[in-house]
């Protein structure tokens, strides 16, 4: 990886981390007030979220025949199976369950809130399992 | 009652920082496909990570060792992201949550499990799968929220 290409990595990263933070997404007990309807803020979230990244995969590989840095524009991996609907189910049992998801278990840290540390293990916990399990 | 709540004053704390939340979350999920072409989900750091130190066929997949470096990268800018965030609004107390330690790990644990499992999680089918439009994601969307939705409210139930 080129020093570029990572720093500029890290500053998407910032941005998104940023922006997590300023939404009170590292706060589960924000997520969970909108999963129990006592707030919808998350629906704005993921709402302005959705729509900035539509513009950008729609618009920029027509804008540039490739990315700033070089490489290639990639395509989110998605297919409709067995795995997506049981694994998406039981993601949503987990999220529901600690008001905490990938994303912002990593940036709550930069936060302060160390506790997370535990949701950050339990998913990597899980993820090691889910990998153990499907090389057997 | 929640219902009525809801309808009457749907953003008890206000919608100006969520909407504009959403959109910064965007905007790093757009720069980076800017300048690297890159799709930043964020559950896939939790699996490419381990392959630094396995070396079980699943974990040694080009997928994953490919994408190992950039993931720990864009994770560490989350972190940094969020430190800034902290500095500018945080007022000097650190972040924190009343939700049990056992009870992040263990839904920590099946939410990582699950968002492995069913290839992506709230940034990578919610934003990025949403985002390229993706019919699948969308009902990955659809089937998370509902199970979460579910449980959120049972276990106010069962523990409140």
Same mark, same amino acid.
């Given at each position: ?136 | ?34 300048? &690297?072409?890159?799709?930043? %989900? ?49 007022? %000097? ?14 839904? %920590? ?10 290839? %992506?999680? &709230? ?38």
């Amino acid at each position: 990886m080129s020093i570029a290409k990572g720093l500029a990595t890290l500053a998407a990263g910032a941005v998104f981390g940023f922006g997590l933070a300023l939404s009170g997404m590292i706060r589960p007990e924000v997520v969970l007030s909108f999963l129990q309807l006592q707030d919808l803020g998350l629906a704005l979230v993921m709402g302005g979220g959705v729509v900035v990244t539509l513009l950008a995969y729609k618009l920029l590989p027509r804008l540039l025949q490739k990315p700033l840095l070089g490489g290639t524009f990639g395509m989110h991996p998605s297919d409709w199976n067995r795995d997506t609907l049981r694994g998406a189910a039981l993601f949503g049992v987990g999220w529901g369950l600690t008001g905490v998801c990938p994303g912002p278990a990593i940036a709550g840290l930069g936060a302060g809130n160390f506790t997370l540390l535990w949701a950050v293990l339990g998913i990597a916990l899980g993820a090691l399992a889910q990998g153990w399990m499907a090389d057997r | 009652m929640a219902v009525m709540d809801i309808l009457q004053t749907p953003f008890p704390l206000g919608w100006q920082h969520y909407l504009l939340g959403g959109l910064c979350v965007g905007a790093g999920v757009a720069l980076l496909f800017l300048f &690297t072409g890159r799709i930043g %989900g964020m559950s896939s750091v939790f699996s490419s990570t381990w392959s630094f130190a396995l070396r079980r066929p699943f974990f040694q997949q080009a997928r994953l060792v490919d994408s190992r470096g950039w993931r720990l990268a864009y994770a560490l800018g989350l972190i940094g992201g969020a430190l800034a965030w902290w500095l500018w609004r945080g007022g %000097g107390v650190p972040e924190s949550t009343d939700v049990p330690w056992w009870l992040l790990l263990v839904g %920590g644990f099946i939410a990582g499990y699950g968002a492995r499992l069913g290839h %992506g999680c &709230t940034s990578g089918h919610g934003i990025c799968g949403l985002g390229s439009l993706q019919w699948p994601s969308a009902l990955a969307v659809l089937t998370f929220m509902a199970t979460a939705f579910l449980t959120a409210n049972l276990v106010t139930r069962w523990i409140a």
